[in-house]
């Protein structure tokens, strides 16, 4: 086969997008002002996050799912939900270990390039929980929203900036107060749903684009 | 899971972010007009995480004086 008939294969296939981030957390209320936060963090360092409710439920979940987790180079597994619900019958979430096996078996299998974290509130849990993860170093947040923007900036680095907590907590502080309104102009309860989602994202980059400088348009060269 | 990842791709643009989110282009002029409201102080409290630097104004300083001195007579009776 020909370079250029190589070439022309190479660009029918659909480039996906480097600074995207999965973010797979549990989505019950007492979660939401860490999951503004981890949208906040993520978005403080200059990528844009994604989760299965951004998707129309058309498809099937497993599908959605696995499409999203292909699409990101990153993704993030909050493991903290794993004590027994309330309601009856008594049960953990399996959904967010499955997600992380779903991750670490995409990063094994393809060529692509998938990195994988995880996060726990308490230490230790994670070797008793899933012993299968023996040797990794889980991000501690220790269920408050500073927590987690400590543990994505002990995760991630920039390559010309590297936003400190202050910093983010900067935009967490902005997003907490712009997800009240996105709540009250959108008419819902609550943030775990496509649209609130979407927007909180979109509000989350121009707070970033303000906060921290470096993250703002570059001035031109002449 | 690496010990810590190395973002270098290059950071994306608010219409970037809203492309790739779906957002409407007249949805993002209104959140960037709640964000710059919000960022400005103009909405709620965005003031939590920086510190008062600046000294207490003459007004301020009198009502610490008044507490005090009603502190003091209170204490004296």
Redesign the interface.
């Known amino acids: 086969m020909g370079r250029a008939s190589r070439r022309r294969r190479a660009g029918r296939r659909r480039r996906l997008p480097i600074n995207t981030a999965f973010v797979n957390v549990p989505y019950d209320p007492d979660y939401e002002k860490l999951f503004i936060a981890l949208i906040a963090g993520l978005s403080g360092f200059g990528l844009i996050p994604h989760a299965t409710l951004e998707i129309p439920g058309s498809e099937r979940r497993l599908t959605r799912i696995m499409g999203l987790l292909r699409r990101c180079r990153y993704s993030f597994h909050d493991l903290s939900r794993v004590e027994l619900d309330a309601t009856p019958p008594e049960t953990p979430r399996f959904n967010m270990p499955f997600e992380l096996g779903l991750a670490v078996a995409l990063r094994q299998s393809l060529r692509r390039r998938h990195e994988w974290f995880v996060l726990e509130a308490k230490a230790h849990r994670l070797s008793k929980s899933l012993s299968d993860l023996g040797g990794t170093d889980e991000l501690l947040h220790g269920g408050t929203p500073r927590g987690v923007l400590r543990a994505l900036t002990n995760a991630l680095a920039r390559s010309l900036h590297r936003p400190t907590v202050a910093e983010l907590e900067q935009i967490y502080a902005d997003l907490a107060t712009a997800a009240g309104a996105i709540k009250k102009s959108l008419g819902t309860g609550s943030l775990y749903s496509a649209r609130p989602f979407k927007e909180l994202v979109v509000a989350a980059r121009i707070s970033a684009r303000q906060r921290i400088a470096s993250l703002g348009p570059r001035p031109r060269r002449r | 899971?690496?010990?810590?990842?190395?973002?270098?791709?290059?950071?994306?643009?608010?219409q970037e972010?809203?492309r790739?989110?779906?957002?409407a282009k007249a949805?993002?002029r209104q959140?960037?007009q709640?964000?710059?409201d919000?960022?400005e102080g103009r909405?709620?409290?965005?003031v939590?995480?920086v510190t008062r630097t600046a000294p207490a104004g003459p007004k301020r300083r009198a009502v610490a004086k008044r507490r005090v001195a009603r502190r003091k007579q209170a204490a004296r009776s």
């Open positions: 899971m690496p010990a810590k990842a190395v973002i270098t791709a290059p950071v994306p643009t608010v972010t809203a790739e989110m779906g957002v949805r993002v959140l960037r709640l964000m710059t919000i960022v909405i709620g409290r965005v939590r995480f």
